[in-house]
């Protein structure tokens, strides 16, 4: 398990883009946190460095958002809302099948019907200030590609 301090949105982005760069099809990255801990923000840095001109948002009320045009498609997904039986609806399969980078918000619900592969990063706030943009974010890789993944994303995030 690896750890890095961030202290900005601008630093979260950034982390994003160097997960992004390293990124490969079929990789999937889990992001764990409370409301407001940085997820979106993360992923939009993710999305521009894939080569997404339109914004990328919260897909908090459409559970998923494709970004095909992406120079790795990116499928974006907040099951926070989802309830049980809404799992049904998504093909969460077919999207995993898909050379694509998949990136889950609040991956609780679908944990076992998730590959054993995975990386999944947890965001926490340093403090309890709503408006502290200090966090710690732990990398938690799952699998040979996943470890790799985390050493390239903070050598890139490094430069």
């Given at each position: 398990?690896?750890?890095?301090?961030?202290?900005?949105?601008?630093?979260?982005?950034?982390?994003?883009?160097?997960?992004?760069?390293?990124?490969?099809?079929?990789?999937?990255?889990?992001l764990?946190?409370?409301?407001?801990?940085?997820?979106?923000?993360?992923?939009?840095?993710?999305?521009?460095?894939?080569?997404?001109?339109?914004?990328?948002?919260?897909?908090?009320?459409?559970?998923?958002?494709?970004?095909?045009?992406?120079?790795?498609?990116?499928?974006?997904?907040?099951?926070?809302?989802?309830?049980?039986?809404?799992?049904?609806?998504?093909?969460?399969?077919g999207?995993?099948?898909?050379?694509?980078?998949?990136?889950?918000?609040?991956p609780?619900?679908?944990?076992?019907?998730?590959?054993?592969?995975?990386?999944?990063?947890?965001?926490?706030?340093?403090?309890?200030?709503?408006?502290?943009?200090?966090?710690?974010?732990?990398?938690?890789?799952?699998?040979?590609?996943?470890?790799?993944?985390?050493?390239?994303?903070?050598?890139?995030?490094?430069?």
């Open positions: 398990m690896t750890k890095l301090e961030n202290n900005s949105a601008d630093g979260m982005q950034k982390l994003g883009a160097a997960q992004a760069k390293t990124a490969q099809p079929h990789d999937l990255l889990l764990n946190g409370d409301l407001g801990a940085g997820k979106t923000t993360m992923t939009q840095g993710l999305g521009r460095a894939l080569g997404i001109h339109r914004p990328v948002k919260s897909p908090t009320f459409t559970i998923v958002r494709e970004y095909r045009e992406a120079k790795l498609p990116l499928f974006h997904m907040d099951f926070y809302r989802l309830e049980n039986d809404d799992l049904s609806s998504i093909d969460l399969e999207y995993l099948a898909e050379p694509g980078l998949v990136v889950i918000e609040w609780q619900l679908v944990m076992n019907d998730l590959p054993d592969e995975y990386l999944q990063l947890t965001i926490t706030r340093v403090d309890d200030s709503w408006d502290s943009t200090k966090r710690v974010v732990e990398f938690t890789p799952h699998g040979k590609r996943n470890e790799e993944w985390v050493k390239a994303a903070l050598t890139e995030f490094n430069k």
